[in-house]
């Protein structure tokens, strides 16, 4: 009897250890999505590092993943399991402001730190409000990307005179993305008159479309040096048909969807196309870290990362880890103080510091960049810092 | 007065057709492309409801796992879609057969919604099962023989898109041969009026059906195939033509297969109409709705009035 007291103790007594012993992270990306779960795939692959490495403060990291499923409502239960039922120390994660929205009210009841990869709506930010100290932002918002990228063309313009831009159209995807980036354009590009901006709507392939004709049609006859689409990635490819067949070729041909189709650089069209966004695998030629990153990616998954949630939900692990270690504990207060002062070197050529944004105070990246493809590669060709080529321009007449 | 009645309106039609020939040519061009679109994908969903009498909300997954198939056959060989459209045919015409023989067919008799639940049950199996295999990301095999353009004037446009005009017309024409001219489709015929009045008579239902299932089922297939050439594919590329292909049908009427191309014509037109001005452009959605309620509506009127 005595025996099996002493058996019993000791079992609870490991068992309790062990469950003291890993620092639990949860996480909910749209896992049916490519950037869910390449963004997962990432952040397991920089457990795993970390772990191997030996944990932080002597204890391994456990990832806890909830697929939000691009639901609000599956996103708020998602927190809400994720903080009662998994007891995790943080959250990290996310893709989509729509799904964000949605969990913001289960963050703040709970106050646990959150690292948010996704949601670029500055909607969300509003929800969030002032207080939300423990809230640390990834992601650029809206009015940040778009300010990034006017200062991009105009840096690129003061450097390469030869390339001049005054007008400029754009062809939204008739949705909220498409139409919150064309409202986000005419105000940071028409500002003084430094632009002249014009824009069609179009139905994207994404949501049963897929005709372009009619807007590279009033494209064409606008006749824009910058010509820009705002929409997913099953229109990067048909758009350049229709737009070789209708032999429009503006001075910058510019696609700004959040991932582009497998192969895009294989096609000949893809040539000179211009994209923003925030990494590339050409980054590893500038950045040891996104070398490590993607060498560790493509050798863990036999993959190659192909959208820029795989670096930034890397880079969330290892934000969280590194300001664990220097707070001393998983306590709130002495992670967001400790995450405040975070200077972290990230896998998107960039070193990542949290600073106020508009509302909230722990903004972390603010620059997008503007990149190319070349030679069925991905080039960066602005911010200069971490440029991998000079740009083509302009874009070839078909 | 009914024959005066017909000139006035094909009059109408045709100063309507030249006057936008001449304001803006690309509004028909682009119309009549669309619409073979439309056409091309929702005649084979209307020959299974016309005879089967099944609305298959699988249909747009149907041409989605055509796709696929045509994908991987052509990144593997090298094969032309145009050319990988046969095999992809046959092998989509079994698989219909086998979704006929283990489900469809287990539902015939059963209640509407049981059917609409058992086809929407596979659409979201089909969707499911690509996303597993493929991901959501989407792919495009480039062809340079999309881009193909003519030039009149100042006007460029891409005239690859006719290729699915061509489509269309064969298959509103083959069909009509196939169901008019030949004893199977005579059967057919006769199944989809009155399934027990061809029983009695000695036509076999059930191996009726399957045929024109596993015909339909070919026939989006071959759409599937013909389709990647001109889109990217992803999971859900075909749930929105599900949709728009019913619809079309019910504008037509059941098993009026020339009206899905003329239905078509009018909504491809229609559209592209309001997308060349410049406060109308995101009306598409609107305008389809509005055709079909307008034409359902007015031949309900029509047919009490008869």
């Known amino acids: 009897m005595k025996r099996t007291f002493v058996a019993l103790a000791l079992i609870a007594a490991a068992a309790m250890a062990f469950g003291q012993g890993t620092i639990k992270i949860g996480a909910t990306w749209p896992l049916a999505d490519i950037t869910g779960k390449q963004g997962s795939m990432a952040a397991q692959q920089a457990v795993d590092e970390i772990n191997k490495a030996g944990g932080v403060l002597g204890r391994q990291l456990e990832l806890i993943v909830i697929d939000d499923e691009l639901k609000a409502d599956k996103g708020a239960a998602a927190i809400e399991k994720l903080v009662t039922v998994d007891n995790v120390d943080l959250i990290i994660g996310g893709m989509s402001s729509g799904v964000a929205l949605g969990q913001v009210p289960a963050m703040k009841k709970y106050g646990k730190v959150v690292v948010a990869t996704g949601a670029a709506s500055s909607t969300v930010e509003a929800a969030l409000g002032a207080d939300a100290d423990w809230y640390f932002h990834l992601h650029p918002w809206d009015y940040n990307q778009g300010a990034s990228y006017a200062q991009g063309w105009d840096e690129i313009q003061k450097k390469y005179p030869n390339v001049k831009i005054k007008k400029i ?6 949705g909220a993305f498409g139409k919150a980036s064309f409202d986000q354009t005419k105000i940071l590009f028409g500002a003084e008159g430094r632009y002249q901006i014009d824009g069609a709507p179009f139905k994207s392939a994404a949501l049963g479309g897929g005709d372009y004709g009619s807007v590279l049609e009033a494209a064409k ?20 048909e229709q737009a070789k067949a209708m032999k429009f070729s503006p001075g910058i041909y510019l696609g700004a969807p959040p991932g582009w189709p497998v192969g895009f650089g294989t096609s000949r069209l893809s040539e000179n196309v211009m994209l923003y966004g925030m990494w590339a695998p050409s980054i590893n030629e500038v950045s040891p870290v996104s070398k490590k990153f993607y060498d560790g990616f493509v050798a863990k998954y036999k993959a190659e990362p192909a959208t820029y949630f795989a670096p930034l939900s890397y880079s969330a692990v290892y934000i969280v880890a590194d300001a664990i270690k220097r707070a001393g504990s998983t306590d709130t207060a002495a992670l967001i103080k400790a995450l405040k002062e975070t200077k972290y070197e990230s896998p998107l050529g960039q070193t990542v510091t949290f600073t106020p944004a508009k509302i909230i105070k722990n903004q972390g990246i603010k620059n997008q960049k503007i990149l190319q493809w070349q030679r069925g590669r991905q080039e960066v060709i602005w911010p200069f810092e971490s440029a991998t080529a000079k740009p083509v321009y302009p874009f070839p007449k078909w | 007065m009914a024959n005066k009645r017909n000139w006035t309106v094909a009059l109408a039609l045709g100063a309507a057709v030249i006057g936008i020939l001449v304001w803006r040519p690309t509004v028909l061009i682009y119309g009549l492309q669309a619409a073979g679109i439309y056409a091309s994908i929702a005649i084979p969903m209307g020959l299974i409801l016309g005879i089967v009498h099944i609305v298959n909300l699988a249909h747009g997954e149907f041409m989605m796992a055509a796709s696929y198939l045509t994908y991987m056959v052509c990144r593997a060989t090298g094969m032309d879609p145009f050319l990988a459209l046969v095999p992809v045919a046959a092998v989509t015409a079994a698989f219909g057969f086998g979704i006929y023989k283990l ?4 539902a015939l008799k059963a209640p509407e919604l049981n059917q609409l639940i058992l086809t929407f049950g596979l659409a979201i199996l089909l969707t499911q099962a690509a996303n597993l295999a493929f991901t959501s990301q989407t792919r495009k095999i480039s062809f340079d023989y999309v881009s193909a353009s003519v030039d009149i004037g100042e006007l460029s446009f891409g005239i690859y898109n006719f290729v699915f005009v061509a489509i269309a017309v064969a298959m509103v024409v083959g069909l009509r041969l196939f169901l008019t001219r030949t004893t199977t489709g005579k059967a057919a015929l006769a199944v989809g009026q009155n399934p027990r009045g061809a029983a009695i008579v000695g036509i076999d239902v ?14 989006v297939g071959m759409m599937g195939a013909v389709f990647i050439t001109r889109s990217s594919i992803f999971p859900a590329v075909g749930s929105p033509f599900t949709m728009k292909s019913f619809c079309l049908i019910a504008m037509a009427g059941v098993g009026n297969i020339p009206g899905i191309l003329a239905s078509s014509v009018l909504l491809g037109v229609s559209e592209n109409f309001l997308k060349a001005f410049r406060g109308t452009r995101g009306w598409a959605d609107i305008v389809f709705f509005v055709l079909i309620i307008t034409v359902i509506l007015g031949r309900s009127i029509r047919g009490k009035k008869a």
């Open chain 1, 169 to 174: 159209f754009l062809a939204y995807e008739e």
């Open chain 1, 221 to 240: 006859m606008y006749k824009p040096d910058l010509f820009l689409w705002a929409g997913y990635d099953a229109d990067a490819l048909p758009m350049l």
């Open chain 2, 103 to 106: 489900t469809i067919r287990q």
């Open chain 2, 206 to 219: 059930d191996r009726t059906y399957a045929l024109v299932f596993s015909l339909a089922s070919a026939l």
